[in-house]
């Protein structure tokens, strides 16, 4: 199996940043697509952003030019940077990778999730 553990999140001021990590560790091959998504209270999940293993990325219009998706193969790891933070950002944030296994399966996996509450 593959685990995500996402951290970086918490209470920030609007104008504020927050980095999020999310490291994924398990029976990996390689790691495709990996990408952040959110969801608020009452709202559908969505996604904010996505890089592939070749380090195309796309964003959600709402968070163009405030955040930056990366990821650090070496490390199993993906990265959020989020600046100049929105009260309305405010969800809880889940890490998501397509992960090919030591078997050569493919399987979509998602972290735990991580609070971030941006205050006004």
């Known amino acids: 199996q593959v685990q995500l553990v996402e951290s970086g999140g918490g209470l920030v001021q609007a104008g504020g940043s927050l980095r999020l990590s999310c490291a994924a560790s398990?029976?990996?091959?390689?790691?495709?697509?990996m990408g952040w998504y959110r969801q608020a209270p009452g709202k559908q999940r969505e996604l904010v952003a996505v890089?592939?293993?070749?380090?195309?990325?796309n964003y959600a219009d709402s968070v163009k030019c405030r955040f930056t998706i990366s990821r650090d193969n070496a490390k199993n790891t993906v990265y959020l940077q989020m600046n100049s933070l929105k009260p309305e950002y405010t969800a809880v944030y889940y890490c998501?990778?397509?992960?090919?296994?030591?078997?050569?399966?493919?399987?979509?996996?998602w972290g735990q999730g991580t609070q971030v509450t941006v205050s006004s």
């Open positions: 998501n990778a397509e992960a090919v296994t030591t078997q050569f399966r493919v399987y979509d996996y």
């Open positions: 398990g029976i990996i091959y390689r790691l495709n697509d």
């Open positions: 890089i592939t293993s070749g380090d195309s990325t």
